[in-house]
T-cell receptor, first 118, second 113 residues
Framework: GAVVSQHPSRVICKSGTSVKIECRSL??????MFWYRQFPKKSLMLMAT?????????EQGVEKDKFLINHASLTLSTLTVTSAHPEDSSFYIC??????????????FGDGTRLSIL | AQSVTQPDIHITVSEGASLELRCNYS??????LFWYVQSPGQGLQLLLK??????LVQGIKGFEAEFKRSQSSFNLRKPSVHWSDAAEYFC???????????FGKGTTLSVSS
């Protein structure tokens, strides 16, 4: 089945550091990728939607200058948390889909990245 | 606007007992409905989905869900729970293929022996 690889799975870094998270679709071309954030004991909150070759669409309340999203190819999207602070600590999950198609899986989720800012 | 409500934050079920997790949605048209399971620190695994047709859908791991339009519900059921079913369960709704999903707040399932 389709696989989405998310890397790294866990990162711990100092406040002020920028952190890049990668989301790769391994065996299909993902025209659309989504980035979600999950707080402890909370639901997944959509942060942004990115389509290959175009600017990401951010949800209300998400700082686009803080969370930089790049979707340069059909198999790779990156989320960069710039100048991270402790309040950015969270579990970030990406998902990928083919625009206009769900097939057997509506979205293929990565395994998530646990970001801890000290 | 779409929304999903999972009324139960935490449920404890004895191993071998039956399970029902509730999900109510709000959406103007026929929604696409999903149930996902998440183990601690892990990503999401799709249990089952409803797009159209038979309102009783079968999923993996012995789960099933029934779509009831009149009640705007999509409850998840399992006849006999196993200890390995302890996890977080999310109901989600989608507007159309390829779009983002809206998730409920989740229900934590604990299984007692």
């Amino acid at each position: 089945g389709a696989v989405v690889s998310q890397h790294p799975s866990r990162v711990i870094c100092k406040s002020g550091t920028s952190v890049k998270i990668e989301c790769r679709s391994l065996d299909f071309q993902a025209t659309t990728m989504f980035w979600y954030r999950q707080f402890p004991k909370k639901s997944l909150m959509l942060m942004a939607t990115s389509n290959e070759g175009s600017k990401a669409t951010y949800e209300q309340g998400v700082e686009k200058d803080k969370f930089l999203i790049n979707h340069a190819s059909l198999t790779l999207s990156t989320l960069t948390v710039t100048s991270a602070h402790p309040e950015d600590s969270s579990f970030y999950i990406c998902s990928a889909s083919v625009q206009g198609s769900w097939g057997n899986q509506p979205q293929h989720f990565g395994d998530g990245t646990r970001l801890s800012i000290l | 606007a779409q929304s999903v409500t999972q009324p139960d934050i935490h449920i404890t079920v004895s191993e071998g007992a039956s399970l029902e997790l509730r999900c109510n949605y709000s959406y103007g048209a026929t929604p696409y409905l999903f149930w996902y399971v998440q183990s601690p620190g892990q990503g999401l695994q799709l249990l089952l989905k409803y797009f159209s047709g038979d309102t009783l859908v079968q999923g993996i791991k012995g789960f099933e869900a029934e779509f009831k339009r009149s009640q705007s519900s999509f409850n998840l059921r399992k006849p006999s729970v196993h200890w390995s079913d302890a996890a977080e369960y999310f109901c989600a709704v989608g507007a159309k293929a390829g779009t983002a999903l809206i998730f409920g707040k989740g229900t934590t399932l604990s299984v007692s022996s």
